[in-house]
């Protein structure tokens, strides 16, 4: 069995009110150094991304940010991180950070974390890839979102095997299970379409 290598991480730039989350995102950084798995993310030290990406390196793992220049001081890049990569626009840096990626967890966060998971949901709906998609649930965080796929697939808007494109872990020592027993996708198309 091949393991993952790399696995990009969307979250909040914020940290949300209750502490669960930024512990959660501790817990979820730490994990990924133990078991060697790399970090790809936005490339900012602030909110849940910050706290990833600092407990993947305390952990002694490998971490590349991907940020846009604008956004570079408005979100603090993360100075401390094994490679930094500075994109043009937030379409280039969603384009590298898949390419970066064998698979992808969408954690707690806000517009800017559902924008990343809904983006990587309709690749792939639209067969661009086959790379797993886990969403982590953190005491009921990802309800909304999931309540509105199924919405859309009860109204007729989404395929019924929308479900599929996906997995929902409940916290994350269960999501660190399930990154060990996951292989990457073994065909998935250029980027050329995306
Ligand atoms: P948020 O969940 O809104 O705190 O944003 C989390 C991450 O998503 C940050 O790295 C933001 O730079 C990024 N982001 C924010 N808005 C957008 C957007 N419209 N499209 C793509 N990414 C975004």
Known sequence: MTALRSV?????SRNGHAPKYREA???????LARAGIRLVFG???????GAVADATLAGGG???????????????????????????????????????????????????TFDETFEILTWRQLRLHK?????????????????LIDSAVAEGFAPAD???????????????GRLARLEPATATTGTERL
């Open 131 to 147: 790379k797993p998609v886990l969403i982590c649930d953190i005491g009921g965080s990802a309800a909304p979102l999931v309540n």
């Open 8 to 12: 990009a991480v969307f979250c909040g």
């Open 62 to 112: 490998q971490v590349i940010g991907v940020i846009p220049e604008f956004l570079e001081q408005w979100e603090v890049a993360h100075a401390g991180v094994t490679e930094l990569i500075v994109t043009d626009s937030m379409h280039t840096r969603k384009t590298r950070m898949f390419e970066l990626s064998d698979a992808f967890i969408s954690f707690a966060g806000g517009l800017g």
């Open 25 to 31: 995102a501790l817990e979820l950084g730490a994990g």
């Open 162 to 176: 929308a479900r599929e494109f996906f997995e929902v872990i409940e916290g994350v020592p269960a999501l660190l």
């Open 43 to 49: 490339g900012g030290r602030v909110g849940l991304m």
